[in-house]
Each structure stands twice: as C-alpha cells, then as structure tokens.
T-cell receptor, first 110, second 112 residues
Framework: GIQVEQSPPDLILQEGANSTLRCNFS?????LQWFHQNPWGQLINLFY???GTKQNGRLSATTVATERYSLLYISSSQTTDSGVYFC????????????FGKGTKLSVKP | DAGVTQSPTHLIKTRGQQVTLRCSPK?????VSWYQQALGQGPQFIFQ???????QRGNFPDRFSGHQFPNYSSELNVNALLLGDSALYLC???????????FGPGTRLTVL
C-alpha cells in the first residue's frame, strides 16, 4: 500500500516565525488531507487538497500530485499552532481509508 | 451543526474484557470509519462502514468488530482486550466512501 513520510519529525519555533512541513507519498493520489492534532487529541481539518494550492488565513498548502508531495506552510506562528500535523492521502484504488504518516510535532515558544 | 461525537471520552478496562465504543456522524454524512492511534503514532485504519455494511477493513484481528445503524451511527466492539489495545480510538465520518473525513474527539481506552 501507499507509504507516507513526513518531515521534519520535530520542529521548534519562536512565536512569529514561519515554517514549511513536507509530506511525501509513494504513489499517485487523487486527494490528500492535512490535519492538526491538538494536545487533547482532537484532529482538526486544515485542508482537503488533491492538487494545487489552497490558503486559509496564516496557513496554506500545496500538493504536487505528479511529484508525490505536499507542503503545509505556517506563517507568523502562534503558540496555539503547537501540536502534531498529519498529512493523509487515501489508500489508493477503491480504498476510502486514510493513510497517516507519523506526523510533524510542532512546538511554538512564546 | 453538530460535528462527529463519540462516547465515552475515557474508559478503563482489564485484560480479557469486552468494550463497545460509539460514534455519531456529522449531519448529512453516511459513512463512518474507525481508527486506532497508539501513543506517538499516526492513526491506523480499522474499518469503514457504509449502508450498514463493512466496506473495507485494515489489518486488525477479528476481535475488532463493528456495526452501523440505520441512522448512520456506529459502534466499535473489541473482545478479549489485550494490553496493546490501549490507545485513542477515533471515529471519522464523510459524505460517502471517498470524500473528506471529519474526526470526532476520540475515546481513550486504557487496558490494565
């Protein structure tokens, strides 16, 4: 099945800094989701992005399906951005399940 | 518009017992998927229900079973609990099998 790798595994930022999180996947995908998991375990939908670029406030995401990667940009980071960020494409073919990587753990210091 | 809800929030069981977790999907959603998340890992897919049938299953033993009701809500049952079943169990709902998935707050299961 499809493999998902995220980098970096850990990231520490000062409040106000920008960052780029990367998600590589081993096979072509027809959509991809980005999530933020807060310290209480809730997975919050950030983007549903099969290809191209989407923006939502300080966050934006770009997926280049032909090159099998997606990027999540966080600008002017805030302490509330702390948590784990996951990308998750579907399993492929007729599969509707999401395949998660190990995530990027982000810590934003005041 | 209520999001995905799960109950209970926390649960403590002992080895060998059985547990049932519940999930109600977002309004307008008809598909429910269940995931297990061990500490420090990403969620792992257990199974997916649509039209009251299990449509897809991940690499989990038969001790894990589920059900979907006519109102689209779902249950996850785990028999003969093992210590390794301790995890956060997440339910996700979507408009159909392949659409964007939205997650509930999870049930944290501890097996002693």
């Amino acid at each position: 099945g499809i493999q998902v790798e995220q980098s970096p595994p850990d990231l520490i930022l000062q409040e106000g800094a920008n960052s780029t999180l990367r998600c590589n996947f081993s096979d072509s995908v027809n959509n991809l989701q980005w999530f933020h998991q807060n310290p209480w375990g809730q997975l919050i939908n950030l983007f549903y992005i099969p290809s191209g670029t989407k923006q939502n406030g300080r966050l934006s995401a770009t997926t280049v399906a032909t090159e099998r990667y997606s990027l999540l940009y966080i600008s002017s980071s805030q302490t509330t951005d702390s948590g784990v960020y996951f990308c998750a494409p579907p399993g492929g073919g007729s599969q509707g399940n999401l395949i998660f990587g190990k995530g990027t753990k982000l810590s934003v210091k005041p | 518009d209520a999001g995905v809800t799960q109950s209970p929030t926390h649960l403590i069981k002992t080895r060998g017992q059985q547990v049932t977790l519940r999930c109600s999907p977002k309004s307008g959603h008809d598909t429910v998927s269940w995931y297990q998340q061990a500490l420090g890992q990403g969620p792992q897919f257990i199974f997916q229900y649509y039209e009251e049938e299990e449509r897809q299953r991940g690499n989990f033993p038969d001790r894990f079973s589920g059900h979907q009701f006519p109102n689209y809500s779902s249950e996850l049952n785990v028999n003969a609990l093992l210590l390794g079943d301790s995890a956060l169990y997440l339910c996700a709902s979507s408009r159909d099998l392949y659409n964007e998935q939205f997650f509930g707050p999870g049930t944290r299961l501890t097996v002693l």
